[in-house]
């Protein structure tokens, strides 16, 4: 699923996005034009540099996808793009 980026995701929201996505046994990762990371990665994550109105790739591998994405889109960092 596309996202698009609402906010600025550094320190606190990362911390926030990653917590959420450890709460899933999912494999669930993030997409950004070459780069691929674990969200539940906090490296990863900041890697990514997500920035206001860029858009990235939620791949959820599991039976809860639409709960992970449910979760995403609740933290009000993104919206579906």
């Known amino acids: ?3 698009k980026v609402l906010k600025p995701i550094f320190a606190e929201t990362a911390s ?9 046994e999912e494999t669930i990762l993030l997409k950004k034009e070459h780069w691929v990371v ?6 990863g994550v900041l890697a990514l540099s997500l920035q206001p109105g ?3 790739e939620l ?4 039976d809860n996808s639409s ?4 979760a995403f ?3 009000g960092l993104f919206e579906e793009a």
């Open 59 to 62: 791949d959820s591998k599991g």
């Open 16 to 24: 926030h996005l990653v917590n959420t996505a450890s709460r899933f």
């Open 73 to 75: 889109l609740s933290l």
């Open 38 to 43: 674990d969200a539940k990665s906090l490296l």
């Open 1 to 3: 699923m596309k996202l």
């Open 67 to 70: 709960d992970v994405i449910a």
């Open 54 to 56: 860029q858009t990235l």
